[in-house]
């Protein structure tokens, strides 16, 4: 057993899901370097997620419709065989699918828990977006992986060994600090927000302390406003703070809760992603409307949409099929690995297709991320399962 995966089409899922977040990493990387080279316009971002989205609903209808084909022809061979009709299984219809993802039994319910967390923990990351500066931001995101274990244990009644608990935080603290180094090489990347804090408190400590005269006039400065403006901007980036920790802790109960969703019924895995795309797709409507609505109302959904934009829609469906399947055999903290893992491969490939810096937090974050995955793996006490015995219904 590796990272907790028995099964080798479970661990053929979890690689694919490595070189697919790996994949999409470097199509969005290229894809903003040349929209900026050529000062193209950019693609909405809400668009091509919502554009995900559908996809990602059709593949798992037509994934869920060739499950239930072959189940069908299995069972009507069943039912010549006995003669017997109680072996049939009827062939998938509009009917039976309709009662499949809203039928009394189907316990559609409790899919829109996640959907609507997710979309809360979207807002609340825009909202941080804009009260902190890019390498807080990508470093204190990390923090869901220690939510994530949280919720397992809690909900799931998973056992973490104490090895596992270090493995994990070195793997935090590890990715936090390649995900620094991407943002550190990214030269002059700095946003606004860090630029307007590093201007208040160099007039708050530098020219709050004194007057003088330059050119016959006198320039006096306000120090209590400048105060002020440094104690609310402080105050914003508090906030920033809390709404992240809070974003990061709604990703690992919704990854639970949806982890705790798959395995606790027999449904297909194809059917469940149904049921959350359908519950995702009105919340993406509403936060592409709200966050693209004036792009899209002067120059459509599809602008800036190119062949590399296709493909990244592509990409982040497949990656919502896989994720589904690593998270049915596997758990929530092995998708977080394997998330891991295609960071530090795309910023390893960083460096020569984009000619990325390495740097000494870079170096730092690698080794920790890898002893993070030996450790983990070669745990031999608490193997991470989930109980079946005893669970927290839902």
């Known amino acids: 057993m590796y990272l907790g995966i028995s099964q080798s089409s479970s661990a053929a899922a979890l690689i694919a899901l490595v070189l697919q977040s790996t994949f999409l990493v470097l199509s969005l990387k290229y894809v903003q370097n040349i929209t900026a080279a050529s000062n193209a316009t950019p693609y909405l971002k809400a668009a091509v997620i919502l554009l995900a989205e559908i996809l990602k609903l059709l593949c798992s209808f037509f994934l869920y419709a060739s499950e239930h084909s072959s189940i069908a022809s299995t069972s009507l061979s069943l039912s010549h065989s006995f003669k017997d009709r109680r072996y049939y299984y009827p062939n998938l219809t509009l009917g039976s699918l309709y009662v499949a993802l809203f039928g009394h039994s189907s316990q559609w319910l409790k899919l829109a828990?996640?959907?609507?967390?997710?979309?809360i923990q979207n807002c609340l990351l825009y909202a941080a977006a804009d009260r902190l500066d890019s390498?807080?931001?990508?470093?204190?995101?990390?923090?869901?992986?220690?939510?994530?274990?949280?919720?397992?244990?809690m909900m799931l009644r998973k056992r973490i060994s104490f090895p596992r608990i270090v493995a994990l935080g070195m793997l935090t603290l590890g990715i936090a600090l390649v995900q620094l180094s991407g943002e550190k090489s990214g030269g002059n990347s700095n946003n606004a927000t860090n630029e307007k804090m590093s201007d208040s408190i160099y007039h708050v400590w530098v020219l709050a302390k004194r007057s003088w005269n330059a050119s016959g006039a006198?320039?006096?400065?306000d120090s209590a406003n400048d105060k002020q403006q440094v104690v609310a901007i402080f105050s914003d980036r508090f906030i920033g703070i809390i709404y992240i920790f809070l974003a990061s802790t709604l990703s690992g109960l919704a990854g639970v809760w949806f982890e705790k969703v798959l395995k606790e019924h027999k449904t297909s895995v194809w059917l469940r992603n149904m049921q959350l795309s359908l519950f995702t797709l009105p919340f993406g409507l509403i936060t592409m409307a709200i966050v693209d609505g004036k792009e899209i109302l002067q120059a459509g959904v599809f602008q800036g949409f190119t062949f590399w934009t296709i493909i990244i829609v592509f990409l982040q469906a497949l990656g919502g099929l896989l994720i589904a399947i690593v998270v049915k055999h596997a758990d929530n903290i092995v998708k977080g690995f394997a998330t891991c893992i295609s960071i530090v491969f795309s910023s390893i490939l960083s460096m020569y297709l984009f000619g990325s810096r390495v740097s000494t937090t870079f170096l730092?974050?690698?080794?920790?991320?890898?002893?993070?995955?030996v450790l983990y793996a070669r745990s031999d006490l608490g193997n991470i399962r989930f109980n079946t015995k005893n669970p927290k219904r839902i």
């Not at 828990?113 to 979309?119: M, N, S």
């Not at 006198?218 to 400065?221: E, S, T």
């Not at 730092?364 to 995955?373: D, E, R, Y």
């Open 113 to 119: 828990i996640p959907a609507i967390l997710y979309f």
């Open 135 to 153: 390498p807080t931001f990508q470093v204190l995101a990390q923090s869901k992986l220690i939510t994530t274990a949280v919720f397992s244990v």
């Open 218 to 221: 006198h320039l006096a400065v």
């Open 364 to 373: 730092i974050g690698v080794p920790l991320v890898i002893a993070s995955i």
